[in-house]
């Protein structure tokens, strides 16, 4: 299957890291191309005294720690939560993305994530890129029930660049977001892993793939 180049697309900052930071790592390990466009940055949820424009520059230290290039990142500032008042605007952005990158491959965040935010990128995602490969990341908080029929299979040092990209993220780590832990990175790895009989693993929900053996 050809993931060359991949496009993933984060409602939020910390939202690809999360869903497949091990995943990234290893893909970047076997010379894929990695892109990343982030849609909002959150600022209505920052912690009280925390600088404006800190999670930006936190994503960025995450984006470092994993390998991404600079050139390769795009981040918008729609306000948190109110992504559906932008919806076209939204979609012309996926469509100029499409047009500069040419993925391969999109991640996105799964059907059955429930934000508000991750649905409209999930839906707009699929109106975009509705004839290339599709899979949906997971993000377990967020799930109610979650069709796991990809995995990818990650060694223990993707998963510790994972983290590491997760660490550069200071402010969740003041809110107290209990994702944020390596007890829960590690565990969901491993249970993914299991799965496919790996040590880790991170799971997607395959939306659609595109094969072509020309």
Known sequence: MNFD??????????????????????LLEAGIRVYVAVFSTAEASLPAGVPTGELKKEFFEAMVALGI????????????????????????RLVQLRR????????????SDLH???QVVHVEG?????????????????HVTFS???????ERRHLEKKWKALQAYKTQFILGRPYFSWDFIEGLARVR???????YGEAYEVIRVKVDLR
């Open 116 to 118: 508000q935010d991750h």
């Open 100 to 111: 500069e990158i040419q993925p391969s491959a999109v991640f996105l965040p799964a059907s």
């Open 193 to 199: 892993g299991t799965q496919v009989k790996s040590e």
């Open 5 to 26: 180049p991949l496009l993933i697309l984060a409602p939020h900052t910390d939202d690809a890291e999360l869903g497949c930071g091990a995943t990234i790592a290893y």
């Open 126 to 142: 699929l109106r975009a890129f509705k004839d290339i490969t599709v899979w949906g990341y997971e993000l377990p908080w967020n």
């Open 148 to 154: 796991a029929n990809a995995f990818m299979v990650v």
């Open 69 to 92: 290039p600079q050139d390769h990142l795009f981040i918008y500032d729609y306000p948190v939560r109110c992504l559906s008042s932008y919806r076209q605007d939204v979609l012309e």
